[in-house]
């Protein structure tokens, strides 16, 4: 059957004046719902990297191995895969308003169980803190596609690209916060009374998802708009979801050029530590001004793509990772730190240029009956990949060290490029024109 472009009713894009003029910054967030996902998320988002760093360093003091430490990544990716088809399937079915609020809920929960266990044993076995880690992947797997199929039901299609610059800089600049939370708050906490240092972690977080919930559970309902496959079974909804981000050109271009970049990408964390050690001293100064220098130029080019419109995605997306392939690959040559600092910089210029337009895109073009599952799609097929990037990164780092490592990651991603130049129809395409006004 074909499939048709399906925009959610503008009725449900509410814009009202805030007695906190947002507008002045973000104009997006003048759109009332779009405001209250967006302030439940950011909180959210801040207390997930707040907790974060703390929960890998609380399996590690809990006397876990490296390999541990290893284990509780790939679990915490596993659902993604696993549970991500079916999570988009939901999304199709149910009310998305319900499943983010319920996932809050969750997470909530399973956070309060974890700080009881650590009220009363500030020492618990490790096994509890994994299981809560994998728990809480669960449930942010169901979270995900839900948010991102309910975004174009609560904003003019004219905004959305912007909604969705706004979003992925609050992502970014999450984490920089969390680190100087964790450097300043816990860090003394954890010299003043260590025994309640990893508790209070979690009460944080699990005070953040009780936030989010709270603003998600003031949106309106978010029913797919569905029609006769109403009634068929979900493992008919899973092949149609398939079926149908496979029939659409750009889609499936976006598809499996993301599955490739994904798995270029995946050592960069493991090489970065590798070369902040053996060429820059190991500081930790060194590792936050690096990272530090990628996550500014993100936040500043997400908000700027916010206010620009981008005709061409597929073009959009070419050029930022040819810009991203081009730099990692100088990475090799770059032992002065400030280059190498300037490098990941330029890099985090391209990201978003490829990401948002072509987002926005699929967002828009994929009929609201199935965009939990597109969604949902990218999440997994992106989390299957990474783990054997990293893995197969990770051992070619042992055998060749970092340098060549740079050249074959900005190689990978040059072939990636030079493979979507053939994709007539993914250079070729337009955004699609808005179809609602907010009146």
Not at 7 to 23: H, I, M, N, R, Y
Not at 34 to 41: E, I, N, T, V
Request: glycine share 8%.
């Amino acid at each position: 059957m074909p499939y048709t472009r399906v925009l959610g009713p503008s009725a449900l894009c509410q814009t009202t004046p805030d007695p906190v003029d947002f507008g002045v910054l973000f104009s997006v967030l003048r759109h009332r719902d779009f405001k209250h996902l967006w302030l439940g998320q950011a909180i959210s988002q801040l207390g997930d990297s707040l907790y974060f760093l703390v929960f890998l360093f609380m399996v590690k003091r809990l006397g876990g191995s490296d390999a541990m430490v290893g284990i509780v990544g790939a679990l915490q990716a596993l659902p993604y895969v696993v549970v991500g088809p079916f999570a988009g399937m939901l999304a199709d079915r149910l009310d998305r308003r319900l499943i983010m609020v319920m996932s809050d809920v969750l997470s909530t929960a399973i956070l309060g169980f974890l700080a009881v266990l650590l009220f009363f044993d500030s020492t618990p076995h490790v096994a509890w803190v994994m299981v809560s880690g994998f728990l809480l992947s669960c449930v942010n797997s169901v979270f995900v596609p839900a948010k991102s199929a309910a975004l174009p039901r609560l904003i003019p299609a004219e905004d959305l690209q912007e909604a969705n610059a706004l979003s992925m800089a609050t992502q970014n600049f999450a984490p920089l916060i969390g680190i100087g939370l964790n450097l300043g708050v816990l860090s003394t906490l954890e010299a003043i009374a260590p025994d309640y240092f990893f508790l209070v972690a979690v009460v944080l977080n699990m005070v953040t998802f009780c936030v989010s919930a709270s603003y998600l559970a003031r949106l309106p309902k978010l029913l797919p708009e569905r029609g006769e496959e109403d009634h068929q079974h979900p493992i008919q909804d899973l092949k149609d979801g398939f079926r149908m981000a496979w029939s659409e050109p750009v889609i499936r271009t976006a598809l499996w050029a993301g599955a490739g970049v994904s798995f270029c990408v995946a050592p960069f964390m493991i090489i970065h530590l590798r070369v902040n050690e053996e060429w820059y001293g190991g500081k930790f100064w060194t590792l936050s001004l690096f990272e530090g220098a990628f996550v500014l130029s993100m936040v500043i080019t997400s908000l700027a793509l916010g206010k620009v419109k981008i005709l061409h995605p597929g073009r959009a997306y070419l050029l930022g990772m040819t810009i991203i392939a081009i730099f990692v690959a100088a990475m090799a040559a770059s032992r002065n730190i400030w280059l190498y600092t300037l490098w990941n910089f330029v890099c985090g210029l391209g990201l978003p240029l490829a990401s948002i337009p072509i987002t926005y895109y699929i967002q828009v073009a994929t009929p609201d009956a199935f965009r939990g599952r597109v969604m949902s799609l990218f999440g997994m097929v992106s989390q299957a990949v990474a783990p054997i990037g990293m893995l197969i990164g990770g051992w070619l780092l042992s055998q060749v060290g970092p340098a060549p490592m740079f050249l074959f990651m900005g190689g990978g991603m040059g072939v990636m490029c030079l493979l979507l130049l053939a994709s007539r129809p993914f250079l070729a395409a337009r955004q699609p024109e808005p179809e609602s006004k907010t009146p």
